[in-house]
């Protein structure tokens, strides 16, 4: 760390903040709220939050009231409003954003537990599409919670080894985010074990990782398009060197862009060749490194890939069976735009957005998109994932909870209100969003949460 931090920053300064408790920050997710409409609905909680300069939807936080009530346990984190999310892990999405281009197919390479796919999403407006990959096939699960959680309408998922994409999909992406595995030296505040396995050798297997995964990205990347390579480790082997490596290799095709207008004082963390290289005392922070380069021409692509995608299951809805869904959809609230497509497989419905298709049998999803529906003699099972992402919590069927009620039906229980429903499809909402479907049943509401999302323990009180 001596050797590769700059002189005008202090050695000591760095060693004092790596042993400082890290901050806590959270993301609003502006699909669902408005920032200043969200700081309106949190003011009870009594949360001095601080904004974090380089994303106007990114707050530090610090918590007076009711400490002991964990974030993941209030409603507003619960119905998706925000992503607790480390501050300087939301430098990647910003930077590939910098340029204010609207791109309509996005590729995030390792994209598990989801904190800057979600980000991605919200920058995109749930336009366009967002392939999200994540290689750890444990991860996978976690990362379609958290797309569900935060109604994330355009992302398909895939499960495999990033270094397959520049293969299997050329010149397929309009940007792409390359959050790279790494030795985690940036860490190290928020995980003491950061550094157990630490070594010099470890750095540079993981380096040489990054370079294929890289290049990979940098195939399946269109020319014009934006990459944006990131990592959680401080050291150059797996920064600047894996960059350079790709300059070196695609001399004529590879341009940097400076990051030094990001966000006020990104000059501070500014290296000479224009990327950000945050030490922890820097932005009181954890480690992180960002560098955004453009494609400027074609490359020659890679060898075909000689695996077999299989049978792609679903086929397109027919016009007539499509109408008849989108007007039972309809009549219970949920609603979607010319962005999105009815697909089936057997007896279930799927929504794909259109930016995916074209990727239909160069890889194998394992989600292609929002799974909307699974068909019955009496109609249509909707579920959970497509309420949360597509319901419109103004919708006449739509009746919103108290707060006692919603603890109620966060902890998967039925809901008996004081007040009858006019429907008996119900649209719960709490705090006006869309927090599941439930029939009336005489004078309860037969609560449809999904099992394992139930909650156990303390929730949130009072008037969260």
Request: with cysteine.
């Amino acid at each position: 760390m001596r050797e590769v931090m700059p002189s005008a920053l202090s050695f000591d300064d760095f060693l004092a903040a790596c042993q400082r408790p890290l901050r806590r920050s959270l993301r609003v997710n502006t699909l669902k709220i408005s920032v200043d409409d969200f700081l309106a609905l949190t003011s009870h909680y009594g949360w001095s939050l601080t904004p974090i300069p380089w994303c106007a939807e990114g707050f530090w936080i610090e918590r007076d009231n009711d400490a002991s009530l964990p974030l993941g346990s209030t409603a507003e984190h619960l119905s998706g409003l925000f992503y607790i999310q480390e501050a300087s892990s939301m430098l990647p999405v910003a930077a590939l954003f910098a340029d204010d281009t609207s791109p309509q197919r996005i590729m995030d390479v390792a994209a598990a537990p989801g904190s800057k796919t979600t980000q991605i999403a919200a920058r995109m407006g749930n336009q366009g599409a967002i392939l999200a990959n994540e290689f750890s096939a444990s991860r996978v699960k976690v990362l379609h919670a958290n797309m569900s959680r935060c109604g994330i309408g355009n992302v398909a998922l895939t499960h495999f080894d990033g270094r397959v994409f520049g293969a299997a999909l050329p010149e397929m992406f309009d940007a792409i985010l390359l959050d790279a595995p790494c030795s985690g030296e940036g860490v190290v505040r928020k995980d003491p074990d950061a550094l157990k396995n630490w070594s010099v050798e470890s750095n540079l297997e993981i380096a040489a990782t990054q370079r294929e995964l890289l290049n990979s990205a940098f195939h399946a990347l269109r020319p014009g398009g934006t990459l944006v390579y990131s990592t959680c480790t401080l050291n150059r082997d797996e920064n600047e060197s894996v960059v350079e490596w790709l300059l070196e290799t695609w001399p004529e095709a590879v341009e940097i862009l400076p990051l030094g207008d990001l966000f006020p004082e990104a000059e501070r963390a500014l290296t000479d060749a224009g990327f950000l290289h945050v030490f922890p005392q820097i932005y009181d922070c954890e480690g992180f490194f960002v560098a955004r380069l453009r494609k400027t021409q074609s490359i020659p692509p890679l060898p075909a890939p000689t695996y077999k995608v299989g049978k792609f299951p679903f086929s397109p809805m027919k016009n007539r069976e499509a109408e008849n869904i989108i007007l039972a959809a309809n009549a219970v609230g949920i609603q979607w735009n010319e962005n999105l497509h009815l697909w089936q497989r057997d007896k279930e419905v799927w929504l794909f957005s259109t930016e995916i298709e074209p990727l239909i049998g160069k890889v194998r999803f394992s989600r292609p998109g929002i799974k909307l529906a699974e068909t019955h003699n009496k109609g249509y099972r909707w579920q959970h994932e497509a309420v949360i992402a597509l319901a419109n919590p103004c919708h006449d069927n739509a009746f919103e909870l108290s707060s006692q009620e919603a603890e109620e039906w966060y902890r998967g229980r039925d809901v008996y209100p004081q007040r009858s429903p006019a429907t008996d499809d119900v649209l719960v909402t709490f705090q006006h969003q869309p927090i599941g479907l439930a029939k009336r049943i005489g004078s309860r509401l037969k609560n449809s949460y999904p099992r394992e999302l139930v909650r156990d323990g303390k929730l949130f009180t009072g008037n969260g």
